[in-house]
């Protein structure tokens, strides 16, 4: 059945440092992707999304793209905060069948 | 104007007993979900309801059964609830006739079986 791969954490970094996480999918079909994120003590919020293949979700700083030939949909951001540590959860979703990646726990320090 | 609603959001209870999780959504969804977050905080989808009728269901125990009264809300109801039922469950909702199918989660409903 259809999968999320992403890299496992913790990752810990300083503030305005670069980050990457990766994720990677395996699916039948034509999938959409997401990467959710989840704040102490909260939900899941979505962060981006991805319908297509080359298609690039961003928001809040946070990039991803689509990319069919390595199945990977990584996240990126130039320069983190204090304030975006939380978990972050790659998901790809065909008509309503969700599938989460393991989550990424992201320490940011000042 | 909360999109996903859970009640309640804490529940502490004893081995053995039954409980419900309440859910409702005011976004106008068709289709509503429930998942587990274990200690790990991996998530796993349990049960999916496309205009009140069951699409999903994984393989959960028979313990667990989901009710919508109607595309607004999905209920999940526990029996003789384990120790192992200890986890956080949320609610979610999307539009599978739209143009993607981004789903939007409720706020969690931590459960603790002592």
């Known amino acids: 059945g259809d999968s999320v791969t992403q890299m496992e954490g913790p990752v810990t970094l300083s503030e305005e440092a670069f980050l990457t996480i990766n994720c990677t999918y395996t699916a039948t079909g034509y999938p959409s992707l997401f990467w959710y994120v989840q704040y102490p003590g909260e939900g899941l919020q979505l962060l981006l999304k991805a319908t297509k293949a080359d298609d690039k979700g961003s928001n809040k700083g946070f990039e991803a793209t689509y990319r069919k030939e390595t199945t990977s949909f990584h996240l990126e951001k130039g320069s983190v905060q204090v304030s975006d540590s939380a978990v972050y959860f790659c998901a790809l979703s065909d008509r309503g069948d969700m599938r989460f990646g393991a989550g990424t726990r992201l320490t940011v320090k000042p | 104007d909360t999109a996903v609603s859970q009640t309640p959001k804490y529940l502490v209870t004893q081995m053995g007993n039954d409980k419900s999780i309440k859910c409702e959504q005011n976004l106008g969804h068709d289709t509503m979900y429930w998942y587990k977050q274990d200690s790990k905080k991996f998530l796993k989808i349990m049960f999916s309801?496309?205009?009140?009728?069951?699409?999903i269901n994984e393989t959960v125990p028979n313990r667990f059964s989901p009710k919508s009264p109607d595309k607004a809300h999905l209920n999940l109801h526990i029996n003789s609830l384990e120790l192992g039922d200890s986890a956080v469950y949320f609610c979610a909702s999307s539009l599978l006739t739209g143009d993607t199918d981004t789903q939007y989660f409720g706020p969690g409903t931590r459960l603790t079986v002592l």
């Open positions: 309801y496309n205009n009140k009728e069951l699409i």
